[in-house]
């Protein structure tokens, strides 16, 4: 799993309803604490700060990585979110994912 650095874009994976960001809001890593802790920004439309807090590791997946200057492609975002999810949901993605694949399009 990828380590984020410092301007990638990261995309929540739980509600923040304390700073009304929810699940699937994009924000910026503005500052590295740690492998534990990274500041994050959130902006509007109009780039102007929405929020700015540190998060866990845990809370968000990288999106945009700035070393490569590209998206993360989309099987990479998926593994980096099964990767944080206990075994048990784990496997029923991978029933989702199953179900998916045998049904026609």
């Not at 700060?49 to 700035?66: C, D, R, S």
């Amino acid at each position: 799993m990828m380590q984020p650095e410092l301007l990638d874009v990261v995309e929540l994976l739980v509600d923040l309803p304390e700073v009304e960001l929810k699940a699937g809001d994009q924000g910026t890593i503005l500052e590295v604490y740690d492998d534990r802790a990274y500041e994050v920004e959130f902006a509007n439309s109009y780039g102007e700060t929405h929020a700015m807090l540190a998060l866990k590791p845990e809370q968000f997946v990288v999106v945009w990585q700035n070393a490569t200057k590209s998206w993360v492609p989309l099987p990479e975002r998926i593994a980096a979110v099964l990767q944080k999810l206990p075994e048990d949901r784990q496997h029923q993605v991978l029933m989702f994912a199953r179900s998916l694949h045998e049904t026609p399009a």
